[in-house]
């Protein structure tokens, strides 16, 4: 069984670009959790989409967004860039319906903002 | 609010000793939780989880513990080994207006000393 994947693995972007970040679930799970994780520090739970739909957002501004395709695979959406967006983007799915809480993660992509 | 802390940010032991990672939670209303490792440059990765119910439950070399009094959970991990090196996260499962949502911990750094 395919693990999640998320694309690109690197990105190098500059203040005030905009970035997209991919991530594939696993087959059959519905939910894509994104999360946000500086250098040394714990994981800051950023967006949850299930179905398609935003079900839950963290403590983040605006500027980050997201969205769902009917496939289930997500992006994430970083306009207007600051220095402290720098991190790894991690991108979790999980089977909504029968399954465990466990989410299933994938390597991240590490996004350095210069 | 809800939080999920560690007690030690870091935790050095020799191999072959046991391993006692500490994590406490505020959310008297978590329902369950999961330990999770994460690997230098990976994302992380499932080890045990326990719910709400239930006080102990064990794994391969692992075992996690749930004292409900004092809202605290540990990951003990039995005879430890170098392959065991890595940061271990606590997660919570709580229901917000959102939906379920997991909030992790800062995490511990485990360092194994040969």
């Known amino acids: 069984e395919a693990g999640v994947t998320q694309s690109p693995t690197h990105l190098i972007k500059t203040r005030g670009q905009q970035v997209t970040l991919r991530c594939s679930p696993i087959s059959g799970h519905t939910s894509v959790y994104w999360y946000q994780q500086a250098l040394g520090l714990g994981l800051q739970f950023l967006l949850w989409y299930d179905e398609g739909e935003e079900r839950n957002r963290g403590n983040f501004p605006p500027r980050f967004s997201g969205r769902q395709f009917p496939n289930y695979s997500s992006e994430l959406n970083v306009n207007a860039l600051e220095l402290e967006d720098s991190a790894l983007y991690l991108c979790a799915s999980r089977q909504r319906h029968g399954g465990s809480y466990e989410q299933y993660f994938g390597p991240g992509t590490r996004l350095t903002v210069t | ?114």
């Open chain 2, 1 to 114: 609010g809800e939080s999920v802390g560690l007690h030690l940010p870091t935790l050095s032991v020799q191999e072959g000793d046991n391993s006692i990672i500490n994590c406490a939670y505020s959310n008297s209303a978590s329902d369950y939780f999961i330990w999770y490792k994460q690997e230098s440059g990976k994302g992380p990765q499932f080890i045990i989880d326990i719910r709400s119910n239930m006080d102990k439950r064990q794994g391969q070399r692992v075992t996690v513990l749930l004292n409900k009094t004092v809202k605290h959970l540990s990951l003990q991990i039995a005879a430890t080994q170098p392959g065991d090196s890595a940061v271990y996260f606590c997660a919570e499962n709580g229901v917000t207006g959102g939906g379920n949502k997991l909030t992790f911990g800062t995490g511990t750094q485990l360092k194994v000393e040969l």
